[in-house]
């Protein structure tokens, strides 16, 4: 078992060593890229440009920078932006995560109550219209890109029924801190919290339903119906603890990605400083420094969840624990 | 300079008018309250002898002084310079070449210290230690400087400046006589700082200054917080008023379309990013008590790369000048009342502006309408017809439909013509570089200050071109020899007469234009939507909006 | 006698696996609605050159001051707010006329239905071609990996896994930004920056992983198979067994992918275009509308509204024809829909 785990654990390196390099090569050779002309300002003389590129050290070659953003992102933690100069990059990310946490739990909350509702209740009925109309509409959720989805609610909140009692309430966009203003950050969520869980409600109930379904043909199932137990009883107790397996690893995969910064196109809908519209802000700018640390962050949580959904797996499963 | 740099505003103000009319009474009953203005995003470095951005120019006013200082007065008042630290405007001796000043005392800055000639000095040496982007183009004319440029770490400006504390006076000599100098001093790059900031360049971390404000919070991500000076006290209506909200709050991170919708909802007051397009109908009616709109020195133009194919061609850049239609674009940039087309480099109301137009169906002193057939035969003639064009645009909504528009004319005229939007950021330093090869870009320029030679001199000057760097303003590459003459002709005489070197420069612009190294597209008006509660909006035409000198109760 | 071996000849004929499936798939009817659902709109979508002929109107031409008849009078495409400060010029919104700026005009004078016909060309054509070249190189690396293991397997599967880990998104955005700029030069193969081939080979190469683990997976499990097992005992060279044991087995999989792939490239295409590094201008594709419609959302919601509306029912239809193509050919499949 631990070796088991070491094995994870130098999988995990290995993957964030080779995304580091990655994201170094591919911004390397980007023309128009020249930190050093951006950072001394417009029209400085070329000698203004050499002091410049000298002390960043831009003249070095491309193993020397790596390892030197590597050094100063994980050793010394004074790694700074390129663009904004003297503004260290590690702590203003870890400043943007509350942001998108808070996105992401509470569109996770939402999904799982309503993925759950719709994945029973469709599983209950199946076959019927109930059935049909749930899982199609999941399916309409599935089939809507994000951003589109966030402009639409948008252009209703915000501008053509905003002054309806309906809509009255929703905020500027923008995001509000929960220590600053704790009604107020409610309120800004709020649609973004329905736009990114509408597309996961979809795929989650319609998961869940095909999950709850298979399990209902299994032999075990069919005991529990002989031996005369309710099939509500046996819906719920039995034949949903084994879909939820698949459910949880999903969810858990899925869930990673998004703190990681997944949820880009919402947060650039709606405004929201998280770590995904830093991310989308730093390619548009080109900051090397913020967009490495931010691909190194989301990444790490990637793996992080495809590990953590590994051990549950093991755990749960005690098939797989003996394989 | 670029939009985010400061904006100059035209009209002559010559340097030397000390004439100071009344200054507004400062109204005490709408002291305090927090404004709130909201952007896109942050500028840059908050280092104010480095930042090059309308975005903090427009608010260093009311936290760093220099020795001079543009007047914050209402309109065109805003070209005057007026004495800042200094006691008055300096005699100059020694054939315009040494200037001294006699420095204010009891001035603190906002850490408590006083302003001493220590500091004074050692901010002049700051500019060439933190390699200030105009340390060559601006201050390379202080005796001292090129040592210093070329060892930025060791400046001492030996002779250059030199500073006397028992008679708190500053003695500045230059290499020869520089009539724009106190211009030069009243920029934020010449701000005077305590002699220990630090040698390179800050970041986000706050300077001292020693206006009624001071930076109290930063985070580039987020936003912005000046917080008023204790220790700040009027020495100066003119050169540096107190301001009315206690705090200022400058939050980053909002769409355009999101600030416009915050601004009608009172939650901000005040937008620093243009309204998008479909927005102005809603704000030019529902809101039009809210809006202000100035006339500016600037220009949108499309540099044409005079060393490359097609444009080599003088043919080639005359049919696309002749092509363009001017008013599809100010319709596309908001409509008439936001801007006007032009078809020379100096905007209108500029020193040395005199209307002529010679790209349009009848050529004269105005633009009436584009000359397609023209254009198709000078392509014809040129014997670039079906060459590959790539136009380059910044990818934000009026820069690209802009972009959108010229390829589609490009192509009506001959030319296998294709878009290339990129990002804000880069955009500017990538058509600079020559190693890009770019044909045809879309740019804007802002003027630094007053001065024709900003436009001129600046642009198409062959001293601003530089093979292989990001930093080549000179675009298009010109470089012609008659027209560097005429311009070292106009410097050397405007030292003596400037209305004579002004006349000087009207001949350039007209040389320069027909050259044609750009195809000038219009002169863009500026437009400020500010919340209901805001009052007292006065507009300088150097420093656009005066942000402190409105109130919020 | 005769009588009891006349029965027992009849042998029923037993149809082909494919014949099966594809019964299978006639009888589902959502599957058949949404197949011809898609084929509609792929037609309508080809007949783009046929419709702006007709209409009069290039799409890709800016016409800030066309003017068109509408209810017998002449009206120009960009009008100029004339109230209070007479700021803005707003186009005009949908006509519902048939050939006459049916659904209004965009903010260059251009017709917005010619152009959601063009657009949906391109969406289309980039999604195709996507899956295409996904599913070429996961077969690829899914068979080697998969059928020769050891270190091959290892380095290919560290590589699929560094490539996974970078999340979909910004590994697009990424290599978006770095490419629309300059163009991809390998030596051999050149694209232009400008060109459809750049996204087409982007969000190809980036929903490798997606494909190729599940392939690998299968072709793990069919190696160790008894008759693969066989042939290689027989002595079978590797590239015949690859291609007439395990490719065919593979290929159900394969198909099943196809319009799931097609769907999710179509959301990724728009998107990327939706943040401007996916299809250039003056090309359109669904997600460039949209971004259109963006500036003009308060004012003409119908520019952003329609091509948005378009692709929900784009994919839906792929969405409903891959759960069918599945159920058909493979029930017990675990490949879910939807998964990014």
New interface residues.
């Given amino acids: 078992m631990v070796y088991a785990l070491l094995q994870r654990l130098g999988q995990m390196l290995f993957v964030m060593f080779g995304i580091s390099v990655l994201v170094f090569l591919i911004f390397f050779a980007t023309p128009g890229a020249d930190p050093a002309a951006r950072i001394a300002g417009r029209n400085a003389s070329p000698e203004v440009l050499e002091a410049v590129r000298k002390s960043f050290g831009f003249d070095q070659p491309f193993y020397v920078q790596y390892l030197t953003m590597m050094k100063k992102i994980f050793i010394t933690g004074d790694l700074t932006s390129f663009v904004n100069r003297g503004w260290k990059v590690v702590p203003a990310v870890l400043d943007t995560v509350p942001v998108t946490l808070s996105l992401v739990i509470g569109a996770a909350v939402l999904w799982v109550v309503f993925a759950l509702i719709i994945g029973i209740v469709a599983a209950a009925t199946r076959g019927s219209w109930i059935d049909k109309t749930l899982m199609v509409l999941g399916l309409i959720g599935i089939s809507m890109p994000v951003y589109w989805l966030g402009e639409m609610l948008n252009l209703i909140t915000q501008s053509r029924y905003h002054d309806t009692w309906m809509f009255s309430w929703v905020p500027p966009l923008g995001y509000k801190n929960f220590s600053d203003d704790p009604k107020g950050w409610f309120l800004t969520l709020v649609i973004p919290w329905i736009t990114l869980s509408i597309l996961y409600i979809g795929l989650y109930g319609r998961v869940l339903r095909a999950a709850i379904v298979e399990s209902l043909q299994e032999d075990y199932i069919r005991t529990a119906r002989a031996k005369g137990l309710s099939e509500t009883r046996i819906l719920l107790r039995h034949a949903l603890r084994t879909s939820l397996v698949a459910f949880v690893t999903l969810f858990g995969l899925d869930f990673g990605a998004l703190v990681g910064g997944s949820a880009l196109l919402t947060e650039v809908v709606f405004g929201l400083q998280g770590v995904g519209k830093l991310t989308y802000d730093a390619l548009l700018n080109l900051d090397l420094p913020i967009i490495m640390t931010t691909v190194l962050y989301a990444s790490f949580f990637v793996v992080m969840a495809n590990a953590v959904v590994d051990v549950l797996y093991m755990l749960i499963d005690p098939r797989v624990r003996t394989a | ?2 939009k985010w ?1 400061l904006a100059g505003a035209a009209a002559l103000a010559l340097a030397f008018t000390a004439v100071v009319p009344a200054q507004a009474e400062y109204q005490a009953e709408h002291r305090g309250g927090t404004m709130r203005l909201v952007a896109r ?2 500028a ?2 908050l ?1 104010p002898q ?3 951005t309308l975005q903090y120019w427009q608010i260093y006013q009311s936290v760093y002084s220099g020795l001079t200082g543009f007047k914050k007065g209402a309109g065109e008042e805003g070209f005057e310079v007026v004495p800042n630290l200094a006691e008055e405007l300096p005699a100059v001796t020694n054939d315009g070449k040494t200037y001294t000043f006699k420095v204010r005392k009891g001035i603190k800055f906002s850490d408590g210290r006083d302003v001493t000639i220590k500091d004074v000095v050692a901010s002049f040496q700051r500019i060439f230690k933190v ?7 601006f201050y ?1 004319v202080i005796v001292g400087a090129d040592k210093c ?2 060892t ?1 770490a060791t400046c001492t400006l030996e002779g250059g400046v030199t500073g006397d504390e028992a008679a708190s006076t500053v003695t500045i000599n230059l290499t020869r006589a520089d009539p724009e100098f106190l211009f030069k001093l009243a920029v934020p790059h010449a701000s005077i700082l305590p002699a220990d900031a630090p040698a ?6 706050p300077i001292p200054g020693t206006g009624p404000y001071f930076f109290s919070a930063y ?4 936003g912005l917080t000046m917080s008023r000076n204790p220790n700040f006290k009027v020495w100066s209506e003119a050169a540096m008023p107190d301001g009315y909200p206690d705090v200022v709050q400058y ?1 980053f ?3 355009d ?2 600030e416009v ?2 601004v009608m ?1 009172g ?1 901000a007051d005040w937008m620093f990013d243009q309204p ?11 809101f ?1 008590d809210q ?1 202000y ?1 100035n006339t500016l020195t600037a220009w949108w133009y499309a540099p044409m790369n005079t060393r490359l194919a097609p444009f080599d061609n003088l043919k080639a850049r005359q049919a696309v000048n002749f092509a363009i ?1 001017r008013k ?1 674009l100010v ?2 940039f ?5 801007a006007a087309p032009v078809c020379q480099v100096l905007p209108p109301g500029f020193p040395a502006h005199a209307p002529y137009c010679p790209y349009t169906k009848d050529p004269g002193e105005k633009w009436s309408a584009p000359d397609i057939e023209r254009a198709k035969q000078l392509v014809e003639e040129s014997g670039t017809k079906g060459q590959k064009v790539t136009v380059i645009v910044e ?1 934000t ?1 009026v820069s ?2 802009i ?3 010229l ?3 490009l ?2 005229i001959g030319y296998d013509a ?13 058509i ?2 020559t ?2 090869k770019v044909q045809i870009s879309v740019s804007q320029w802002y003027q630094d200050y007053p001065a024709a030679s900003n436009f001129l001199n ?1 642009l198409f000057g062959c001293s ?1 071109f ?1 093979e292989g ?3 080549s ?1 000179n675009i298009a590459g010109f470089c012609d020899e008659k027209v560097e003459a005429k311009m070292k002709e106009a410097f050397t005489l405007a030292a003596t007469d400037q209305a004579a070197a002004n006349k000087i420069w009207t001949e350039v612009d007209k040389m320069v234009t027909d050259a044609a190294p750009a195809a000038p597209l219009f002169t863009p008006k500026h ?1 400020d939507f500010v919340s209901k509660r805001l009052g007292n909006f006065q507009f300088n035409a150097q420093f656009y909006w005066m942000v402190t000198q409105s109130w919020v109760q | 006698m005769s009588v009891i071996s006349d029965t027992l000849d009849v042998t029923p004929k037993s149809r082909g696996p494919w014949a099966t499936a594809l019964r299978r798939l006639l009888r589902d009817q959502a599957a058949v609605a949404a197949l011809v659902v898609f084929i509609v709109i792929v037609v309508f979508c080809l007949l783009a050159p046929a419709y702006a002929y007709w209409a009069g109107t290039d799409p890709f031409k800016s016409t800030l001051d066309a003017v068109i008849k509408l209810n017998g009078q002449d009206v120009p495409v960009m009008e100029q707010s004339t109230e209070g400060l007479g700021l803005g010029y707003t186009p005009i919104g949908p006509t519902w006329q048939l050939g006459n700026y049916f659904l209004g005009a965009d903010n260059q004078g251009r017709d917005v239905m010619a152009r959601l016909l063009y657009g949906g060309l391109n969406s289309l054509f980039i999604a195709g071609m996507a899956t295409v070249v996904t599913l070429f190189f996961a077969t690829l690396i899914g068979l080697a990996a998969g059928f020769f293991g050891g270190i091959i397997d290892t380095l290919l599967s560290r590589f699929l896994d560094i490539l996974w880990a970078f999340p979909v998104y910004l590994l697009a955005i990424s290599l978006s930004i770095v490419l629309i700029a300059q163009g991809l030069n390998l030596g051999i193969i050149t694209i232009e920056s400008g060109s459809l081939w750049l996204p087409i080979f982007i969000i190809g190469v980036v929903y490798v992983p997606y494909v190729a683990r599940p392939v690998r997976g299968q072709v793990l499990a069919l190696r160790e198979s008894e008759f693969v097992l066989a042939a290689i005992g027989l002595g079978v060279p590797s590239h015949r067994i690859l291609l007439r044991d395990i490719l065919p087995n593979v290929s159900t999989t394969l198909i099943v992918f196809v319009p799931i792939m097609m769907a999710l490239n179509m959301i990724t295409e728009s998107a990327l275009s939706f943040l401007s590094i996916g299809v250039q201008p003056p090309d359109a594709s669904w997600g460039t509308i949209i971004q259109d419609g963006q500036t003009l959302l308060y004012t003409r919601p119908m520019v952003a509204l329609a091509p948005g509306i378009a692709i929900v029912i784009t994919v839906l239809a792929l969405n409903v024809l891959g759960d069918g193509l599945r159920d058909a050919l493979d029930p017990r499949s675990k490949i879910r829909i939807g998964r990014s």
Avoid at chain 2, 276 to 286: A, C, H, V, W, Y
């Fill in positions: 300079m670029r740099m995003s942050a840059g470095t280092d480095i930042n090059y390699s200030s982007p105009t340390s060559g183009g390379s440029i070329a930025p390179t360049d800050a970041g986000s971390v985070d580039p991500n987020k939050d991170g909002l769409t379309e999101a919708t915050a909802n939650e998008p397009t479909d927005r102005l109908s809603e704000i030019g009616t529902k039009k809006v709109i239609d599809a319709n596309l908001g409509g008439p009342v936001l990818d909504a690209k439909s972009g959108v528009y390829q589609s004319v192509k009506e294709e878009l290339k939007p990129i990002s804000p950021n880069i955009q500017f330093t990538y600079q570089n190693n890009n600046v601003s530089t760097s990001d930093s303003i437009i």
